[in-house]
């Protein structure tokens, strides 16, 4: 089992740019997680799926950022117009649905100039 | 506050020494879990119990909850330097629809 893969590992755009950002979750999991971890506000959920459907986006920041998840072994979650402030790292995890274990990505680095 | 607040926010220790992480929490809860981090990595799940068990161990890790303190602790015994890392708890409580609410963490560091 491959885990849940993310891409890219790192990203370093201008103020200003679009940036996606990529998950594949783990084979036959149902639900999407997509978190944000900072030094300052630790780690945060954005947006999760289920069945590939948005059940919670109440922790996306604001209306730059939005998350797609067109099928169940694909999401991208996209800032436009990133801003230097979106730099963290951004993490993608997957379970089987429910409060369960859920099992992360390696992340992706963010850095907004 | 957040739902899940572990407690110390930093813990250094000698290897071979055990070292002890709190967490408490605010809601009823169907299961609690710990996970752990390691520098510049993703989250990785260690151990998870439910609200009717009291204790639960996995290797070296030993954890307990008690529901009627909203409290949970892992015990990590006889350390390694490998065992550096920030351990986070994080809650499923009720209404919160399958998400889980994360800890900000404890930082624990374990010098050879």
């Known amino acids: 089992d491959a885990g849940v893969i993310q891409s890219p590992r790192h990203e370093v755009t201008e103020m200003g740019q679009e940036v996606t950002l990529r998950c594949k979750p783990i084979?036959?999991?149902?639900?999407l997680f997509w978190y944000r971890q900072t030094m300052m506000r630790g780690l945060e959920l954005l947006i999760y799926f289920n069945n590939n459907v948005p059940i919670d986006d109440s922790g996306m920041p604001e209306d730059r950022f939005s998350a797609k998840m067109p099928n169940a072994s694909f999401s991208t979650l996209k800032i436009q117009p990133s801003e230097p402030r979106d730099s963290a790292v951004y993490f993608c995890a997957s379970n089987t649905g429910g409060g369960e274990t859920q099992y992360f990505g390696p992340g992706t680095r963010l850095l907004v100039l | 506050s957040q739902q899940g607040e572990e407690d110390p926010q930093a813990l250094s220790i000698q290897e071979g020494e055990n070292a002890t992480m709190n967490c408490s929490y605010k809601t009823s809860i169907n299961n609690l879990q710990w996970y752990r981090q390691n520098s510049g990595r993703g989250l990785v799940h260690l151990i998870l119990?439910?609200?009717?068990?009291r204790e639960k161990h996995s290797g070296r890790l030993r954890v307990t909850l008690d529901t009627s303190k909203k409290s949970s602790s892992l015990l990590i015994t006889a350390s390694r330097a490998a065992d550096t890392a920030s351990y986070f708890c994080a809650t499923d409580g009720d209404g919160q629809g399958g998400k889980l609410i994360f800890g900000q963490g404890t930082e624990l560091s374990v010098k050879p």
């Open positions: 084979s036959g999991h149902n639900s």
């Open positions: 119990i439910r609200s009717n068990e």
